[in-house]
């Protein structure tokens, strides 16, 4: 059993920053990366796309596992054509990262949601970024699939965030982005020991209150954001165990701890699954 890890090429944004975090704790772990090429997928007939995944998959074969971070930035359609060339290989696992919706990043090429939860469906495990994208994906047809919930994003990269994707303000990392996906620079805010704030109900929030690394508003707050204000009204004890908690998290958001910690649980659960439909 070998394993495989999708990275995207030929793209910069959010995702690709996405890809690079989970690529980088992959190759730590040993793991092989297949890299993917973002391109306009519609130049290819259906055949000669079905030869260009053999030529990309060439190194994999049965047994083998493929983590695919999802969506690609290439289509649907290209998507597609990845999950049906694993699916060529006799007992072959096929585990989803879903990092986002496509459909809302890039309705041109992701037409629905519907459409996405169809191959989803097929993925033998999802990683999704929290309950919120879960509910979202069983309303629309998500079936079956056992799921892991992503924690939270680490940063182990040393390249600098776009400064027009992070907000940092009065000695505040704050969260932002849709609120059923965990906030990118969670990690990166953390790893320069600089506390997060984050709205209440998101998945964000959840991690800042389980581990104490930061405060959570309301929306209202969020809006009209006070930070002086906010932490005039915050005891200083709570201030400075939130200070100490976030320099003791820094550490492991540096080495992308979390990021491994996923791939390997989601690899044990997905092999522990093949496991007991053994007879």
Not at 249 to 254: G, R, T, V, Y
Request: aromatic share 8%; proline share 4%.
């Amino acid at each position: 059993m070998r394993i495989f890890c999708t990275k995207i090429n030929n793209y910069s944004g959010m995702n690709e920053r996405k890809q690079e975090i989970i690529n980088h704790a992959a190759q730590n772990l040993g793991y092989q990366t297949i890299s993917l090429f973002k391109f306009p997928d519609q130049v290819d007939s259906d055949q000669e796309l079905m030869y260009r995944m053999f030529g990309i998959f060439a190194a994999f074969d049965q047994d083998d596992v493929l983590f695919f971070q999802y969506p690609s930035m290439v289509s649907l359609r290209y998507d597609t054509a990845v999950m049906n060339q694993v699916a060529r290989y006799q007992n072959a696992t096929k585990i989803v990262i879903v990092e986002d919706f496509g459909s809302r990043i890039d309705p041109e090429h992701y037409p629905s949601l519907d459409a996405e939860v169809n191959l989803l469906n097929q993925a033998d495990l999802l990683i999704l970024q929290g309950n919120e994208m879960l509910e979202e994906l069983k309303q629309h047809g998500l079936n079956g699939v056992h799921v892991i919930l992503q924690k939270v994003w680490d940063y182990p990269l040393n390249e600098e965030p776009n400064e027009n994707d992070v907000k940092v303000k009065d000695g505040f990392g704050i969260l932002t982005g849709p609120n059923n996906l965990n906030p990118l620079y969670m990690g990166y805010y953390i790893r320069n020991n600089l506390p997060v704030i984050a709205l209440q109900g998101t998945p964000g929030a959840e991690f800042v209150e389980k581990f104490q690394v930061g405060l959570c508003v309301t929306n209202e707050q969020m809006q009209q954001l006070d930070i002086q204000s906010l932490v005039m009204s915050t005891p200083r004890e709570q201030l400075e165990r939130i200070l100490k908690k976030t320099a003791a998290m820094a550490p492991l958001m540096e080495e992308g701890a979390y990021s491994k910690t996923l791939l390997m649980h989601a690899l044990v659960a997905a092999q522990e699954l093949k496991i007991k439909k053994i007879k």
